[in-house]
């Protein structure tokens, strides 16, 4: 399937039942090796869709998390990351004792999930685990890889199930890769 908006392309590359089948393998594993007791710490914006379905997938599997947002942001022009990473909006829970899930849309730099990781444990977080959509693994910047992932892909920039290209295509049911400026 392909959508024409103008000057960009968008390919589907996971679609909405590749996706679903992937968070329910994803939350069976994160249960079977946490005891299932977890806060979720969810990094907004471009992870609430994955989150939503994330959560109800642990539920399903016997987990009992709890649920908690934070606002990161790390600053594009286009589809570049300039590097910088800003809290905008932090948790309203406690993180002292308690052991995480982070759960964020995309690993890229790194630089994003280094920072919420390092966050979390200097506030005493008893443990951190990660867990990603989607995991670019040649764009790594900073040494940092996540506990379970759900797709590897290549360094190339996918929109929809949450992500977004300058705040559109978040409401996209599946995942879909942006090509600009072709027929
Ligand atoms: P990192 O800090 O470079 O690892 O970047 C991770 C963040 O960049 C993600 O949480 C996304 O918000 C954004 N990002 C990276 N790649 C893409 C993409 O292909 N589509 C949409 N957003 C992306
Ligand atoms: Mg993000």
Redo the contacts with the bound molecule.
């Keep these: 399937m392909t959508q024409k908006n103008g000057e960009e392309r968008i390919d589907v590359l996971f679609s909405a039942d590749e996706i679903q089948e992937r968070v329910e393998t994803l939350a069976r594993d994160i249960v079977a090796q946490t005891d299932g007791d977890l806060l979720v710490v969810v990094?907004l914006?471009?992870?609430f869709v994955f989150a939503a379905d994330l959560v109800r997938a642990l539920e399903r599997n016997g987990a009992s998390a709890r649920v908690d947002f934070i606002t990161?942001?790390?600053y594009?022009e286009g589809?570049e990351?300039t590097?910088r990473?800003a809290l905008t909006h932090d948790l309203s829970d406690d993180v002292t004792g308690q052991n995480l899930l982070i759960v964020?849309?995309?690993?890229?730099?790194?630089?994003?999930?280094?920072?919420a990781r390092k966050t979390m444990l200097e506030r005493g977080a008893a443990s951190v685990r990660t867990c990603m959509l989607?995991d670019?693994p040649d764009?790594?910047?900073v040494p940092v890889e996540a506990d379970f992932v759900g797709f590897s892909i290549p360094p190339?920039?996918?929109?929809g199930y949450g992500?977004?290209?300058a705040h559109r295509y978040r409401g996209l049911p599946y995942i879909g890769r942006?090509t600009q400026g072709e027929g």
């Excluded at 964020?104 to 920072?115: K, N, P, Q, V």
């Excluded at 190339?156 to 929109?159: H, L, P, Y």
């Design positions: 990094i914006k471009g992870s990161l942001s790390s594009y589809t990351s590097g990473v964020d849309d995309i690993l890229e730099s790194g630089r994003t999930l280094a920072f989607l670019k764009r790594r910047k190339e920039f996918v929109v992500l977004d290209l942006v």
